[in-house]
């Protein structure tokens, strides 16, 4: 078994990982750290982020202000302290990216432009463009290539954590290029493994999303916390998914239904189009039920109107908006509106964690949309997402760094031997296996049906108890499992295996902590339990893995200077 | 397009497509979807060049039809064969919308995204094989890694050894005008391995690496363009690129690759004279 010993592994190259991997490698240049990723890391799925990322940059602005909006924005279920340290440290982090080269666009006078999101009382919002995740990822890899110590280790697949007297140390990973397990030994080890939109069937997520990180520390006996607030983006394109940026509203885009009226006239009219994401997902949704909504080859949708921008700002602000319009649904959205409909987006929920992204299991520490810190609680607003990765990327990376100078290295042999039965567990569950009735995509499609119907927008009793028996059969049909692929170089099924294997881990906690809480809060609407019942559910939900499924448990909030109140706009 | 640049890239219309004889394993309940398109769809006949080294020993030619939307993408079409045909066909793919740069392929012998060409634009077949001048792992991956190398060779990162000020540095929009395009570039490989001087000298760094140097060279806030020039005025630098506009043409991007390479050629030659 060939063993790779660093002080830290990160797993996940996206903005979070990256941004650790830097921060730790600053902490100290005696520390050695390898960033381990399914895929390099420029293709992961920070580069699909458009609108911008948010802090309290402008005069006019403060951090105090971009705390409450956070707060009033997540239903106040966020953790206040982590919101304070988030807003604190969000400006100098934007300012660090420009040290490093972000293209930002920029005002006249040469400072970093911001723009107007949506549940954002002011233009807070740097961008690059709207190709804002694409220019931060690539700045950040670039600038990682600075240090020597920051060993790539790209197109590998974690798929255990190696846990020694009751300590992380390690991870076990297949090398895609043989299919070889590979022991890395590591104090310390984070995991920056991004979101799970893919357990549904409509979403803005690449192919990669599919919930690895948290469904890695899952099984390690880490809860997931509020894995039952599932953020649906008001404006993706029909088919596809893809997504259209909230900076098209930001910039001035109305939502428009079959009557040709702003209908969040009806529903939110203090911010019409810079509302919230969940507020404008469920009245997209009412809308469709009034018959208010035009219906496609791909089912009902609003209008997004952008044509009064004129095609200077189109192009100048929304380059990409009119590039994926044309290619994708053949709509220059200069002459013509743009049809969208409500789409899985983020995971509010996440990884367990402290404000220094470190884990109830020690050695592990987590970041970014895999982690649940929580500065989002139940609704996220736009523009929070790539200043998270951001900040709690870079708070990680240092924690991790500091501990890891203190611990001595486990010995190896464990460790390998660890990785050794993951191997053979490999082979015998999948590359070696005879018989099998099911196929991966069979099993992913009706997984991603499950969650559409079951934890949608509008959930219900019903809807959910449903989905929490479909996602148990599910499970048992994956034993049933057959792969057409049992070569070693680049098995890409036995990748989408052992994904789906984390989707199904991941989808069960969904449906169970939707199931346990009945009120409504910020994304999680129940049609049954319509207000937000404070006495009951001020509470994060925490789900735990045990052999007969996840029991869910509930934490308190961090409340220091704002006080839970009606959610107003 | 002059189909002249593309002399070795014109589709081979393989002549007599051979199978996979007896087809991988295959168990009960994972049977491909056929039978007729559905209404609104269409058919797409994929012949799709393989390899893999544990089967065989040369790279084969295989052909697989679906049923899909028009508006569906190359992309899809290549994941329901994967899906329900073939699981053993290997890709790399991420974002599926044209910003990761993880799906270039050869595409009807035209290097492009398989995420940005859309099924009605390519039916009734289409020819799909590795990108050219790296060496093939598997099917549809190639080894990424001397690609990467080339990259990093032109320093792709920002370099300013003054202490920077408390806030951001100021940069007018001009500034940041002057180096917008070659900021565009997803590492797709696209360019560089349309290159014929590319394939043809293990040498050349490329155009994608030149791109890369352009962005950070023509960056106000940047001060290692001498350094970059220097590199990339040796041997294996620009001087080798011939002007055959092939990277211009396979961006994905759309980035003026040539004209990039140009302004750095010019850099080289005048200014720091």
């Known amino acids: 078994m060939e063993t790779f010993t660093h002080d830290i592994v990160i797993v996940g190259g996206g903005a979070a990982g990256l941004r650790a991997a830097i921060a730790a490698a600053e902490i100290s240049d005696a520390l050695s750290i390898a960033l381990v990723s399914k895929v390099y890391p420029m293709r992961s799925h920070t580069v699909s982020a458009e609108g911008g990322a948010g802090a309290a940059l402008g005069p006019d602005d403060s951090p105090d202000l971009h705390a409450f909006d956070t707060i009033r924005g997540s239903d106040y279920l966020a953790d206040q302290d982590a919101v304070q340290a988030f807003v604190a440290e969000a400006p100098e982090e934007i300012i660090q990216l420009e040290r490093w080269g972000c293209p930002w666009n920029r005002e006249p006078d040469g400072r970093i432009a911001v723009r107007t999101f949506g549940g954002m009382s002011v233009k807070r919002t740097a961008f690059a463009a709207d190709k804002t995740g694409f220019h ?162 791909y089912g009902h949708y609003v209008h997004l109107d952008v044509r009064h921008l004129g095609e200077k700002i189109i192009d100048e602000k929304l380059p990409f908006v009119r590039e994926l319009a044309e290619k994708f649904v053949g709509i220059d959205p200069v002459h013509e509106p743009i ?116 934890v949608g927008v509008f959930r219900t009793e019903e809807s959910l108890k449903a989905g929490v028996e479909e996602v148990r059969t599910l499970h048992d049909r994956y034993r049933d499992l057959a792969l057409d692929d049992r070569d070693r170089a680049f098995n890409t099924e036995l990748v989408a295996a052992l994904e789906l294997e984390n989707m199904l881990e991941v989808a069960a906690t969904v449906v169970g902590a939707a199931l346990e809480r009945r009120e409504s809060r910020g994304s999680h609407t129940r049609r049954d339990y319509p207000e937000r019942d404070d006495d009951r559910y001020l509470k994060h939900s925490l789900a735990f893995s045990t052999p007969d499924g996840p029991r869910i448990d509930y934490s308190d909030v961090a409340i220091t200077r704002w006080p839970p109140a009606e959610r107003k706009y | 397009m002059s189909s002249e640049l593309w002399p070795e890239l014109l589709p081979e219309a393989p002549e007599a497509i051979e199978l996979w004889e007896e087809g991988p394993p295959r168990e009960p309940g994972a049977k491909p979807r056929t039978g007729p398109p559905a209404p609104g769809q269409i058919k797409l006949t994929l012949q799709i060049r393989r390899y893999d080294r544990e089967r065989r020993e040369e790279a084969w030619w295989e052909e697989h039809s679906v049923n899909m939307e028009p508006t569906d993408r190359l992309l899809d079409a290549l994941h329901e064969v994967k899906w329900y045909h073939d699981g053993t066909l290997a890709l790399r793919r991420s974002c599926a919308h044209g910003v990761c740069g993880s799906d270039a392929m050869l595409i009807n012998g035209r290097n492009a995204l398989a995420c940005k060409v859309l099924v009605k634009d390519v039916a009734p077949r289409v020819t799909v094989e590795p990108i050219r001048g790296l060496p093939v792992l598997k099917d549809l991956i190639v080894d990424m890694e001397p690609f990467f190398a080339g990259y ?35 590492l797709c490989a696209a360019c560089t391995t349309s290159c014929p001087i590319f394939w043809g000298d293990g040498e050349y760094i490329g155009p994608a690496a030149i791109v890369n140097a352009h962005r950070f060279i023509f960056d106000s806030r940047d001060e290692g363009a001498r350094e970059r020039l220097d590199i990339l005025s040796d041997r294996t630098g620009v001087f080798r690129c011939r002007t055959t506009f092939n990277c211009t043409e396979a961006c994905p991007r759309g980035i003026k690759v040539t004209k990039a390479i140009q302004e750095v050629k010019r850099a080289i030659m005048f200014e720091r004279l």
């Open chain 1, 136 to 297: 931060l990822l690539h700045t950040l890899f670039q600038t990682s290539l600075k240090y020597d110590r920051i060993v790539a280790y790209d197109e590998f697949f974690v798929t255990k954590l190696l846990v020694e007297n009751g300590r992380c140390a390690g991870v076990a990973a297949i090398d895609l290029r043989d299919s070889e397990i590979r022991c890395f030994a590591a104090k310390a080890v984070i995991l920056c493994m991004g979101g799970l939109g893919r357990i549904f069937a409509f979403t803005t997520n690449g192919a990669i999303c599919t919930g690895d990180g948290m469904a890695l520390a899952y099984r390690a006996g880490v809860p997931l916390k509020d894995m039952e607030f599932v953020q649906y983006h008001p404006t993706g394109l029909p088919g596809t998914g893809i997504l259209m940026t909230e900076a098209s509203r930001g910039e001035g885009g109305y939502l428009v239904n079959n009557e040709g009226r702003r209908f969040l006239e009806d529903y939110i009219p203090s911010k019409m189009e810079l509302g919230p994401r969940d507020i404008l997902s469920r009245a997209i949704i009412q809308e469709i039920e009034k018959g208010h909504a035009f219906e496609g080859p």
């Open chain 1, 339 to 454: 049809p969208v409909r409500p789409v899985v987006h983020y995971m509010m929920g996440g990884i367990d964690t402290d404000i220094v992204g470190q884990t109830r299991l020690p050695g592990l520490y987590a970041a970014g949309e895999a982690a649940c810190v929580s500065i989002n609680g139940a609704n996220r607003l736009g523009s929070n997402s790539l200043t998270d990765c951001l900040v709690f990327g870079a708070r990680v990376g240092r924690a991790a760094a500091e501990a890891g100078l203190e611990v001595t290295m486990s010995a190896e042999n464990p460790l390998a031997q660890m990785a050794e039965e993951e191997e053979r567990r490999l082979s015998v569950t999948y590359l070696e296996k005879t018989g099998g009735r099911e196929r991966v995509a069979a099993i992913r499609r009706d997984l991603q049906h499950t969650m559409e119907r079951g």
């Open chain 2, 152 to 186: 990093r060779r032109i320093l792709p990162y920002l370099i300013n050894e003054e202490q920077p000020p408390d806030r951001e540095r100021r940069q007018a929009p001009e500034e940041r005008e002057r180096y917008d395009d070659t900021t565009k570039c997803i």
